[in-house]
């Protein structure tokens, strides 16, 4: 039987998890008491949380830690079980567990190996394609197409404990790809890489997006991630959704300005706060006045105005106009849950 039709991919909603948890006492009676009456309280990892994600979309799922990202994504990949709520995945529900939704999906965690380390990752492999009955030609030409895209084909019959963090990191995803899963949920994927191997990730995923048209949830605390990324994000505060659109919204509602740094002839002296801003007569705020530099936040329809005053008031050996950095945004939304749009 097919499964029913449904218009995205991925829908949560009004999805909710508790926990009840042991409340520690501090102290030695706090500690005896605990022997004979224990006292728990109810965390709420989740609240009502309703979103969509459709075909060929990465999302970006932000938030501090404890913010309920992880067992967000558990629940929708139906490795633990909501309190309230419904999804829908492929037109599943997840929890369920039913073997089509699993042939179907991908579930990817930069904290939890999946392969077996004594095993070279070819082996592994080959074990995957037993468990997902993946046609041995169909296997071959996947093989061969993820281990080119992410240049691990040198490293398949090395044992998983030899890799490095990133080849390991690597594999996992070739792993969890094999089967051509038509939805994938990334919980950090590049949480402890290098430079060098998030980079190399990013550009795999992006490609991967582009080619085979998925549907993507992406977890990450790298703000790099999710500005390379993802056009849209669902910010999580406390278990609830407190933004949930596109990225470039965030930086037009929260940050309506731009950041304009000009780099300053030393032998001319210091300047204060007070004396740029007095220099520029108001034309922004002076976000940092040291030896060397001076750091403006401008409304945007003044930057132009800006940018010449600074060259005609200061003397300036460089000047940089840049967008502010998306990862104070999203911590600003965080702080102020009230002003943000669902």
Known sequence: MNPPATPAMISAHRLSKEFTVHKKEPGLRGSLRALFRRRYIVKEAVKAASFEVNEGELV????????????????????????????????YCPWERDNRLRRKMALIMGQKASLWWDLPAADCFLLLREIYQIPRPRFEATIEMLTEMLEVREQLKIQIRRLS??????????????????????????????????????????????????????????????????????????????YDGPLARVVATYAPYKVVTAHLDGAQGAWS??????????????????????????????????????????????????????????????????????
């Open 165 to 242: 963090l990133g080849e390991r990191m690597k594999m996992e995803l070739v792993a969890a790809l094999l089967h051509e899963p038509r939805v994938v949920f990334l919980d950090e994927p590049t949480i402890g890489l290098d430079l060098t191997a998030q980079r190399a990730i990013r550009e795999f995923l992006l490609r991967y997006l582009r080619e085979h048209r998925p549907a993507m949830l992406l977890t990450s605390h790298y703000m790099e991630d999710i500005e390379k990324l993802c056009e849209r994000i669902i910010i999580l505060r406390e278990g609830e959704i407190v």
């Open 60 to 91: 970006g799922l932000v938030g501090a830690n404890g913010a309920g990202k992880t067992t967000l994504v558990k629940m929708l990949a139906g490795v633990i079980h909501p309190t309230s709520g419904a999804a829908s995945v492929l037109g």
């Open 273 to 342: 706060a007070e004396s740029a801003a007095a220099a520029l007569g108001g034309l922004g705020e002076v976000a940092e006045a040291a030896p060397g530099v001076v750091r403006l936040h401008v409304p945007r329809a003044e930057v132009a105005r800006s940018a010449a005053a600074v060259l005609r008031e200061l003397p300036v050996v460089d000047v940089t106009i840049e967008e502010p950095e998306i990862g104070a945004i999203i911590e600003r939304i965080m702080r102020e849950r009230g002003g943000a749009e669902r």
